[in-house]
């Protein structure tokens, strides 16, 4: 199994992770709309990366980029599919799991990547770039995804304060 960190914007963790703790709630959730595919276990993410490597099993840590540049959540992929290009497969593979809207699939570039995952929790510790920097796991702010090592990730849950019961190597 190996281990990935997945940056995110800010806007779309928001959506996909209405739990986290440093999120400010939007306009509509005021006005009690309830997001689904941010109050589920099963989520989906979209992405153009081209890496074949992503399997089921694998490890994934979202980094949250531009405002916090923290690592912030950790989930565990259940399906990976490539080079979907046609809107209506697309919903169809992510369902209710996406924070994605049918326009904003429509609109966006293609082919994508589709990581169907499941949210396991978010670090107790969220680790900031400078921490993850001065502890050599990463040279720079994350681009795209990319793989970390066995010794990296732990460290990672070292420092984010993640109990070994509930992750493995």
């Known amino acids: 199994m190996?281990?990935?960190?997945?940056?995110?914007q800010p806007e779309f963790h928001a959506r996909l992770f209405t739990d986290y703790g440093a999120r400010q709630t939007?306009?509509?959730e005021h006005a009690g709309e309830f997001v689904?595919?941010?109050?589920?276990?099963?989520?989906a993410y979209l992405s153009h990366s081209r890496n074949r490597q992503l399997k089921a099993g694998d490890i994934?840590?979202?980094?949250?980029?531009r405002d916090t540049q923290s690592l912030t959540s950790l989930g565990v992929i259940e399906e990976v599919r490539m080079g979907l290009t046609q809107t209506d497969e697309i919903i169809r593979v992510v369902g209710k799991r996406t924070v994605y809207s049918t326009a904003e699939?429509?609109?966006?570039?293609?082919?994508?990547?589709?990581?169907?995952f499941r949210h396991h929790f978010h670090l107790r510790?969220?680790?900031?770039l400078a921490t993850l920097l001065e502890s050599g796991i990463l040279?720079?702010?994350p681009q795209s995804i990319m793989q970390i090592s066995d010794e990296k990730y732990t460290v990672i849950k070292t420092l984010g304060g993640i109990d070994g019961r509930f992750t493995v190597n």
């Open 2 to 8: 190996k281990k990935w960190i997945i940056p995110i």
């Open 26 to 28: 939007l306009l509509h």
């Open 36 to 43: 689904i595919e941010g109050n589920t276990i099963k989520k």
């Open 60 to 65: 994934v840590l979202f980094y949250r980029s």
């Open 105 to 116: 699939i429509d609109e966006s570039l293609k082919p994508l990547t589709v990581i169907l």
């Open 125 to 128: 510790n969220p680790l900031n």
């Open 139 to 141: 040279n720079g702010p």
